[in-house]
Each structure stands twice: as structure tokens, then as C-alpha cells.
């Protein structure tokens, strides 16, 4: 319910917000699980459009694949909608949600392959600097919470599941 009720929301904003610029680009991110040793690189690209001067949604998407050995892939997109509240014309602050999912393909006759997907919640901040006509570099951090209900404030002893640390460029359109 909560899922619709906010893809209804978004949907409303842009339908009734007059769009004042927008910019679409590619972003390579690094992410890393809070247990993992270390963390892995993925590829993506995003749209967003600036509602107003403090006020941007984007939605974005990423990709890695894994080999873990001859017979096992995982491949991984995470698709997210996130909005950012422009505190300095080039820092903002994020929080959005996010659908991840999770493939691993097994290359062994009679074994099917398995797709996962989970909710998630997302929030970190990040900077867009205008590096030219129509040109801005990107960089921003998100903490990603996957199916977990806030129902405990303060977060007291909270744990996200990954970060991802990203860094693109957006062309304007």
C-alpha cells in the first residue's frame, strides 16, 4: 500500500508541478554492504527534473553482474525514485525507495534460476556542480534500509543493509 500510495504521489507532482529544467546522465557507483569485506562497482544512469529551486526527483537505475565461479552469476539493479531537497543551489539532501533485485544464474542442467526482489528506503545527500553549458558533475551518497518497517524512533542501533557512493555526470535536456 505504502508503495503505491507514493508512485501515486510522484506521479501527481510531476503531472501538477511546472518542470523547470531537467537532465539525464550516466553515474558509476560503488557499493558496499555493511558485513561485506569489501564492496563492488556498478553502472547506471538517471533522469531528474527540478520541480522547483529546492526541489528535484530523480529515478535511477544500476547494474552489476558477478561471476562467482563457472556455473554462478549474480547480476543485480536496483531501480530507485528518490527525492532531493536542495539546501545550497549544489548540495542537497536525499531520501527515496527503491526496488532491488537480485538474479543468480546457475549454469547447471535441472537447477532453475532465482530472482529476488525487496523494498527498500534510501537517504544520504550529495553535490551537483555545473561544470558547463547544460553540464553538471554529480556525486552523492545513499544508506539503504532493505524491508525495514521505522516504526522505532531514534534509530538507536539501526544498521543499514549497503551504501552506495556514486559519482556521474548529467547532460541537460
Not at 127 to 155: C, H, M, N, Q, S
Request: glycine share 12%; net charge negative.
Amino acid at each position: 500500500m505504502i508503495r503505491r500510495s507514493m508512485i501515486l504521489a510522484i506521479l501527481c507532482l510531476l503531472i501538477t508541478t511546472n518542470v523547470q529544467s531537467q537532465g539525464l546522465g550516466l553515474h558509476v557507483a560503488y557499493q558496499k554492504a555493511t558485513d561485506a569485506e569489501k564492496g563492488r562497482l556498478m553502472f547506471g544512469g538517471a533522469l531528474r527534473l527540478k520541480l522547483t529551486n529546492s526541489l528535484t526527483v530523480e529515478g535511477s537505475i544500476d547494474y552489476r553482474q558477478e561471476k562467482y565461479n563457472a556455473t554462478q552469476t549474480v547480476r543485480s539493479w536496483p531501480v530507485m525514485v528518490t527525492g532531493m531537497l536542495h539546501v545550497l543551489p549544489i548540495v542537497y539532501g536525499s531520501v527515496g525507495a527503491g526496488w532491488y533485485n537480485t538474479t543468480l544464474d546457475v549454469d547447471i542442467p535441472g537447477v532453475e534460476n532465482e530472482t529476488t526482489q525487496e523494498f527498500g528506503w534510501h537517504f544520504g545527500g550529495g553535490l551537483e556542480i555545473p561544470i558547463g553549458a547544460g553540464k553538471k558533475l554529480t556525486g552523492d551518497v545513499r544508506y539503504v534500509f532493505l524491508d525495514y518497517e521505522f516504526d522505532a524512533l531514534p534509530f538507536k542501533g539501526v544498521d543499514s543493509n549497503f551504501f552506495m557512493f556514486s559519482v556521474g555526470i548529467l547532460f541537460g535536456l
